[in-house]
């Protein structure tokens, strides 16, 4: 298989020569056109050009058939450039199911890492090769973009909002990751690295730390901040309970429904009163401030591991267990 290009940064994720093949096809199809006119002007100039002062050119009213086809042929060109640009457009908007999962917060000027088993890091992510990896990310203070060029990924870190993206690492080694948009002083000091390791050293790497998963940490926030004195495991709180909660839709007192996603636990979180459960109060303080974002990525990690106890779900819809 074709393997790089020279100039290029290399190649080292499932979408990287995809996206080369096209950047590259794009390249061809632009410089193919761009001889071709240069030539047609330059050769038309030469062949067309006036011989005597009184010559009088002839008038021209045009060709059914050359319009045709330097429409036709622009728009079946298009087309294609559009289908094979939005099926890896696709791609990489579609997370694999099973990805494992890491938590991204840029600040000004460093990226910090979060695994789901707790290990954190500074300007670095450690990944497994071979293995697909989604990253929810979100900043603490103004817009950063995560980018990795031995993947072909960017995606922006936007406060106040979770953007996620996903790569495959097909090689091992150590790549660069960068802030790709201007973020102040030192912006071009964020810098950092992804390291890419075999499975059995990724998984040595992983139990090197101790501080408890990441779950585990928004345990401990969720008991500090007294979360579970109102959302109660048995029914009997002031808030909804929040087991079996995660990736679910939700009924609102506005009668609308939302799924609980990443996102909708942040704003509930932040901003209680912006989506209140049907059949609660709007009586939850917020905890701006209170929660730094790694901290609500924390407690988005422990929600997410509240399950329903067995049998609940079939008593919840009035069915007998
Ligand atoms: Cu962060 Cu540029």
Known sequence: MWSGFPLFPEQASTMAGRVDALYLALLAIGAFFS??????????????????????GTPIHGSMALELVWTLVPLGIVFVIFLWGAEIFFSMARVP??????????????????????????????????V??????????????????????????????????????????????????????????????????????????????????????????????????????????RGPRLEGLFGRPVNLATGEEV??????????????????????????PTYLGLVSEEGLMQLIAYIQTLEEPAGAADRAQGRKP
């Open 35 to 56: 001889l071709l006119i240069a030539s047609l002007v330059v050769g038309f100039a030469v062949r067309f050009r006036r011989r005597s002062p009184d010559e009088i």
């Open 97 to 130: 199911p099973q990805a494992m999962e890491v938590y991204v917060v840029g600040k000004r000027w460093m990226w910090k890492t979060q695994h789901l088993s707790g290990q954190r890091e500074i300007n670095e992510l450690h990944v497994p090769v071979g």
């Open 132 to 237: 697909p990896v989604k990253l929810t990310l979100t900043s603490e203070d103004v817009i950063h973009s995560f980018y990795v060029p031995a993947f072909r990924i960017k995606k922006d870190a936007v406060p106040g909002r979770y953007a996620t993206l996903w790569f495959q690492a097909t090689r091992p080694g150590k790549y660069h990751l960068f802030c790709a948009e201007y973020c102040g002083t030192k912006h071009s000091g964020m810098i950092g690295s992804v390291v890419v390791m075999e499975p059995a050293a990724f998984q040595s790497w992983l139990t090197g730390g101790g501080s408890g998963s990441l779950a585990a940490q928004g345990q401990k926030i969720f008991q500090s901040l007294g979360c579970v004195t109102c959302h109660r495991a048995d029914s009997a709180g």
């Open 259 to 284: 799924v609980a996603d990443a996102d909708y636990v942040r704003e509930s979180i932040l901003t209680p009163a912006a989506k209140v459960v049907s059949g609660y109060q709007p009586i939850m």
